[in-house]
């Protein structure tokens, strides 16, 4: 297994290479004009002329063959230099290290009721096969997955903030921000539940948890829906197999049946999807980020992409690639771990 861990290891530059020269190739459908309005404001294009445009399209090397371009940027990335991002008005190295630790808070919160309750739902409906249970998780699970996200995410704000007041939009509240922003709170991990916990200040763990409640609840109903059905068809397909029935004739207490026979061999569909979903979390998720007004990676990348600023773009995409390709190396040793039958070559 260690050589093969490092031979996806080896082979991650060469992704990364493939992944970024692939986007950076779309930038070429831009042209010169285009890529401009990443480092001028596009209102002032009225104000220049012809000649002051193709002096700034000249100081940027908009003008230069591709490979010259890419093999600039790229050679500014080795140095830690992603470029300058318009959007954010920093250096987007600067901005997706501001971004990440809000991203990461979200996705580690998520990821338990996540994925314990929708295997759980799963077991259960698989279990209690076509009786009332069964029948009841299922419709849940249809519900869940035909409501689009944004639609209960605005149902989570309206309820639990605009009726009942309890979790607020945003990361913190005005107080709270304050604090955090002075001298006296200190910011060791950039994760504001953990810091507000290092700083001994359970006030400012509350109210940061509270602000996390609504996009937790928004993303665990969605993903309970799919998760559950994943875990019901693949518990239902191990239940029926020889070894569980001879289990059960040998008089194998059916909590052992289900525990140390089934539940185990059913996993690996439920990793790939778990795994999925955990990338996606660290990805950063747009829309829970814009209707809870929350920072993060999701909504720096969709407002880079709507504002046609590439610098970011690409900063944001080879910052995915490399989590798509250690989180499905992750996933990959897993499966090796649930059943050792999978040999990884």
């Known amino acids: 297994m ?9 082979l991650l530059p060469l992704i990364i290479f493939g992944v970024t020269l692939v986007i950076f190739s779309f930038t070429e459908i831009l042209g010169p004009e285009k890529m401009l309005s990443a480092y001028v404001n596009p209102n002032m294009f009225d104000k220049l002329s012809n000649e002051e ?13 591709m490979w010259t371009r890419y093999f600039k940027w790229i050679s500014g990335v080795l140095k830690g230099d992603l470029g300058w991002s318009v959007t954010a008005k920093e250096p987007v190295a600067k901005a997706i290290k501001d971004r990440i630790p809000y991203t990461i808070e979200l996705a580690i919160y998520a990821f338990i009721p996540v994925v314990v309750v929708g295997i759980w739902l799963g077991v259960t409906a698989a279990v209690n096969r076509d009786k009332f249970i069964d029948h009841f998780i299922r419709i849940f699970a249809i519900i869940g997955w035909s409501l689009p996200d944004f639609v209960f995410g605005l149902i989570v704000l309206m309820i639990f903030y605009s009726v009942l007041g309890w979790f607020p939009p945003g990361t913190l509240s005005g107080w709270a921000e ?38 937790i609840l928004t993303i665990s109903w969605l993903w309970w829906a799919y998760l559950l059905r994943i ?36 996993m690996i569909p439920v990793v790939t999807v778990a795994g999925a979903m955990v990338i996606g979390l660290l990805a950063g998720t747009v829309i829970v980020e814009v209707i809870f007004n929350r920072i993060g990676m999701g ?15 690409l900063g944001s995409t080879l910052f995915y690639s490399t989590l798509l390709v250690i989180g499905n190396l992750i996933i990959d040793i897993l499966y090796a771990i649930l059943d050792p039958r999978i040999r990884l070559g």
């Open 53 to 65: 445009l193709d002096k700034l399209i000249e100081q940027y090397g908009l003008n230069d063959p």
């Open 2 to 10: 260690t050589a093969y861990i490092i031979r996806r290891l080896l």
């Open 178 to 215: 304050q604090v955090v922003k002075s001298g006296e709170f200190h910011r060791f991990t950039k994760i504001l539940t953990i810091d507000a916990l290092l700083n001994g200040r359970l006030d400012i763990f509350w109210d940061a948890l509270r602000h996390l409640i609504g996009p």
């Open 231 to 266: 875990t019901r068809s693949s518990m239902l397909e191990v239940l029926g197999k020889e070894y569980v029935r001879t289990a059960r004739a040998k008089g194998v207490p059916e909590k052992d049946v289900i525990h140390k026979h089934a539940k185990k061999n059913a």
């Open 299 to 313: 909504r720096f990348t969709a407002q880079a992409a709507t504002q046609l600023d590439y610098a970011a773009i």
